[in-house]
Structures are given as C-alpha cells and as structure tokens.
T-cell receptor, first 109, second 110 residues
Framework: GQQLNQSPQSMFIQEGEDVSMNCTSS?????WLWYKQEPGEGPVLLIA?????ELTSNGRLTAQFGITRKDSFLNISASIPSDVGIYFC?????????FGTGTSLTVIP | NAGVTQTPKFQVLKTGQSMTLQCAQD?????MSWYRQDPGMGLRLIHY???????DQGEVPNGYNVSRSTTEDFPLRLLSAAPSQTSVYFC?????????FGQGTRLTVV
C-alpha cells in the first residue's frame, strides 16, 4: 500500500503552546483529511482539503493541502488539555484512504 | 442518528476460534470498509465494499472474510483466529471524502 509518513510521532507540549504536524507521501492525492482519535473511540474527521494550496480552518485548527499534492500540514493554536489524542492524516485517491501512522499529542496543564 | 455501530466492543478468542465482528450504518452509504489499528502502524485497510453484493480486498486481507448482503451491514469474519490478529478493528462508511468510523472492537487472541 501507499506509505504516508507522519511526523512527529509524539509530542508533549505545555497548555497554550502551538502545535504543528505534517504528513508526506511519495504519491499524489486528490484529497487530504485530518482525523483525531481519543482513547477508546474511533477517528473523528477534523478537516478536509480538496485542492492543492488550500488552507482551511476549524476553530483553533488550521490545515493546508501542500502544493505538490504529496503533503499536508496541521496546526493547532493555543493548545488546551482536551486536544489530547492521536491525530491521523489520510490521503484519498478514488475510493481508497491511506492513513498516516499518527501523531500522539499530550498537553500538559 | 446512530452513525456507524460496531459490536462487540471487546472480545477475547482462543487461537483457532472463529467469530464475526458486526458493523451497521444507518446513513445509507454505499461504501463501507474494515481497518485494523496496531501500534505504530496507523490504520490498515482489510476489506472494503462499494455496495451491496460487491466486496474487495484491501492491504491486509489474509485471515478475514467479508460479505455485503445489505447496504446497512458489513460483517467481518475471522474463520480461525491467530494471535497476529490481536488488534483494534474499525469499521467505516463513506460518502464522498467523508468517512465515519465506528467506536472500534478490541480483539485479543490468546
């Protein structure tokens, strides 16, 4: 399958700090998605990106669809304790979703 | 609106046992899929279906069977469980680029 590299693998940050994570691929995707997974739950969609260069926000979250269509970035501003979880990127081509390995975020109050 | 419902939430099996993980969605989505999630591996696609009567293999299909007799249901069968199938399993249904996940089934094979 197609490999999506997500980094960093984990982050430990102080409440109030900003967070940046990214996802890169060797393949081009038509859509990039960002999900958040909390313990014991399934992933929940945060942001969807549909064209190269697109910048989309959802509250304190901002994501960008890379110009090359091979990468995407997620930023969280002014982190709060409830931001804790694992964040996954997903590249979509046709009917297929390819997920990154996840970034585990811990926010220290 | 229940979305995607998976049962059971937890299961322990002995090696060689069989079982079926249930998945149902009430959103009338044509596309449904099963993933397994293992530490450091992200979500890997097992099988998927683009509509009733149509199924296809994903990235890691070995040891699993699926069928899709109705739009709503997409069960995943383990015919002879192996310890390597210890994982968390997620069912998802999709419309366009929007995929909705169930809460997961944590399966342990001993």
């Amino acid at each position: 399958g197609q490999q999506l590299n997500q980094s960093p693998q984990s982050m430990f940050i102080q409440e109030g700090e900003d967070v940046s994570m990214n996802c890169t691929s060797s393949s081009i995707f038509n859509t990039w998605l960002w999900y958040k997974q909390e313990p014991g739950e399934g992933p929940v969609l945060l942001i969807a990106l549909y064209k190269a260069g697109e910048l989309t926000s959802n509250g304190r979250l901002t994501a960008q669809f890379g110009i090359t269509r091979k990468d995407s970035f997620l930023n969280i501003s002014a982190s709060i304790p409830s931001d804790v979880g694992i964040y996954f990127c997903a590249g979509v081509t046709g009917n297929q979703f390819y997920f990154g390995t996840g970034t585990s975020l811990t926010v220290i109050p | 609106n229940a979305g995607v419902t998976q049962t059971p939430k937890f299961q322990v099996l002995k090696t060689g046992q069989s079982m079926t993980l249930q998945c149902a969605q009430d959103m009338n989505h044509e596309y449904m899929s099963w993933y397994r999630q293992d530490p450091g591996m992200g979500l890997r696609l097992i099988h998927y279906s683009v509509g009733a009567g149509i199924t296809d293999q994903g990235e890691v299909p070995n040891g699993y069977n699926v069928s899709r007799s109705t739009t709503e249901d997409f069960p995943l069968r383990l015919l002879s469980a192996a310890p390597s199938q210890t994982s968390v399993y997620f069912c998802a249904s999709k419309k366009g680029s929007w995929a909705f996940f169930g809460q997961g089934t944590r399966l342990t094979v001993v």
